[in-house]
């Protein structure tokens, strides 16, 4: 069993709906991982703040159709930039996310314009850049 299968195993909650990875460094591996999870389809809620999954590791959470229900999204710490602010705004799978977490990344003003004013994120009610 791999490092991202005992996470799961150890961490999602028993309904399926609530995973907690914070800080457990995961990387843009473990992002392109758990993207590819099916176990994880029931997810509402994702907590992946301080695992250093970069522009590409959130590309893999975004492009994912695994993350469909996802509501609340905790990308706190990530060294995430405008590009994966970009991937998050066009992103076709997280169109049920209600409340995204991006503080202590390096998004720059164009990048949180993006953000604001995406028409894939529409649900969105809460969206944090800084603390």
């Known amino acids: 069993m791999g490092r991202i299968d005992e996470l799961i195993r150890d961490r999602l909650s ?17 992002a392109r991982e758990l993207a590819e999870k099916e176990i994880l389809k029931n997810l509402r809620a994702l907590d992946l703040s301080q695992n250093d999954i970069g522009d590409e590791g959130i590309r893999a959470i975004a ?5 469909t229900n996802l509501r609340t999204l905790n990308l706190a710490s990530n060294h995430i930039g405008d ?5 998050l705004s066009n992103s076709r799978y997280l169109k049920n ?9 390096d998004i ?16 969105l009610t ?5 603390v």
């Open 14 to 30: 028993k309904d399926g709906q609530v995973l907690n990875l914070k800080a457990q460094f995961i990387r843009e591996v473990g």
């Open 63 to 67: 492009e994912s159709p695994v993350f």
């Open 83 to 87: 590009e994966g602010a970009r991937h």
């Open 97 to 105: 996310l209600r409340s995204l977490q991006l503080v202590v990344n």
């Open 108 to 123: 720059s003003e164009e990048g949180e314009k993006l953000l604001r004013n995406s028409t894939a994120l529409m649900k």
């Open 126 to 130: 809460s969206l944090k850049f800084r």
